[in-house]
């Protein structure tokens, strides 16, 4: 959603509570009883959530879309039958696409040695695959400073889709707010983002940043001297 | 609660309710287990957490530093730990930087030290404009950050999740850390709001 427009004013309320029903809180709890025991992994759930068809998405509440991706995961590892559900009134949506289980060759590999370090240029990749991804759109083609290596996790885009768990570092990657949003925002202002390294690449560009970065630290010596 | 309240079962209430049954039928779910999860984010973990691990980081100075080098083992000092708790990471608002944490792509927070996240955090309005206004985002929450600070946004999209420091407000040196606990809300561990101290 980072980027989007058209929702309106932030929806704050006064000693909200931590849920406002019991349905919602009913809701809450078979997901988790269920994530734990009978799904394979988070990623999963977070897809299905994703399939959710946009109109019914964006015209639902939180915990609805948890109620619809439930559903559709029920619905596509036989735990339960669509016939079952809508006997019991409680039709399942027809998700957007489907699972897109694919297979993967040597998926399994840990990369254990990290291709960037702290302070290294790097770029987000313009990917766009049809299945799960926590590479948002807003920084895809952007270009940043690796601020930290967090270490090795699983992979969500593959893992969502039961390819592999591709474990690989993941970094906090710095961009500017100008990189991201254009010249019109704040000059100062910054966005830190956790990004797996195969949404990397190096950035070997002679970039502006890099010669302004030269270029101003020049000015501030002599600044300084006057 | 409120005496004359009626709730109309919605079509999501019945939905959840048939959707429980199946389940429970099936020996998929436990319907008595559900309740003490749900009593676990109702009465048992919320940001009183938050407040106590940040009232505890101004007032010790050892255990800030390891906070900040690794948040989920000093939480862990506290017994806060568990879901979404895993890989937790602790910024720190100073007079030249301000954090604001977003989850674009979901809802990743911070479970054992802030509780399930307020439906603003949730909403669509507030991942979508977090990243590309964040000052804006400020203002509708009451707070306005001077040009001279640097605002800096974290997106949880990946396993750490993210807890601010807020500053410590001025006037409170005298306080215990018990009060000063007092004073942190949630939407500060968030940084959509700065600490007062109560006058």
Request: aromatic residues 8%.
């Amino acid at each position: 959603m980072g980027g989007m427009d058209g929702f309106g004013p932030i929806p704050i309320e006064k000693n909200e509570p931590v849920f406002h029903t019991d349905w919602e809180k009913r809701m809450y709890a078979i997901a988790m009883s269920m994530l734990g025991r009978h799904f394979d992994n988070v990623d999963e759930f977070r897809h299905a959530l994703e399939r959710i068809p946009a109109p019914n998405y964006l015209d639902s509440s939180y915990y609805e879309r948890w109620l619809d991706a439930m559903m559709t995961l029920l619905v596509e590892k036989k735990k339960v039958t669509r016939e079952e559900l809508v006997s019991r009134g409680a039709e399942p949506i027809a998700p957007a696409q489907p699972a897109n289980h694919c297979k993967g060759d040597s998926l399994e590999v840990r990369r254990r040695s990290a291709r960037f370090r702290e302070g290294d240029r790097v770029v987000a990749r313009n990917l766009n695959p049809t299945g799960h991804t926590r590479l948002p759109r807003y920084v895809r083609g952007k270009r940043g400073v690796i601020h930290r290596d967090w270490g090795v996790y699983v992979f969500a885009d593959s893992n969502a889709h039961h390819a592999g768990q591709r474990a690989q570092h993941v970094y906090s990657v710095t961009f500017e707010a100008r990189e991201l949003w254009g010249n019109g925002a704040p000059r100062k202002d910054t966005l830190r983002i956790d990004l797996w390294e195969d949404y990397l690449e190096a950035d070997s560009s002679k970039t502006k940043a890099a010669k302004k970065k030269s270029s101003s630290v020049t000015r501030s010596k002599s600044g300084k001297k006057r | 609660m409120s005496g004359n309240h009626v709730t109309i079962p919605t079509g999501a209430a019945l939905r959840v309710k048939a959707l429980e049954t199946i389940l429970e039928e099936k020996g998929l779910i436990n319907s008595a287990a559900l309740d003490s999860v749900v009593d676990m984010y109702e009465t048992k973990v919320g940001p009183r957490n938050g407040a106590r691990v940040v009232a505890k980081a101004w007032t010790d100075p050892a255990f800030r530093k390891r906070l900040l080098e690794n948040a989920t083992a000093a939480v862990a000092e506290l017994g806060y730990g568990g879901p979404e708790g895993g890989h937790l990471v602790a910024v720190e608002n100073t007079p030249k930087v301000h954090n604001l944490v977003v989850c674009t792509l979901c809802s990743c927070y911070p479970w054992p030290v802030l509780g399930l996240p307020p439906v603003w955090y949730k909403s669509f309005a507030y991942r979508s404009r977090a990243v590309r206004d964040p000052r804006g985002v400020l203002k509708e929450f009451g707070v306005e950050i001077p040009e001279k600070v640097e605002v800096r946004v974290w997106d949880s999209s990946a396993e750490q999740r993210y807890i601010v420091i807020p500053q410590r407000p001025a006037g409170t040196e005298r306080m215990s850390e018990e009060q000063l606990a007092e004073l942190v809300t949630r939407d500060s561990m968030v940084g959509v709001a700065l600490v007062k101290a109560r006058t």
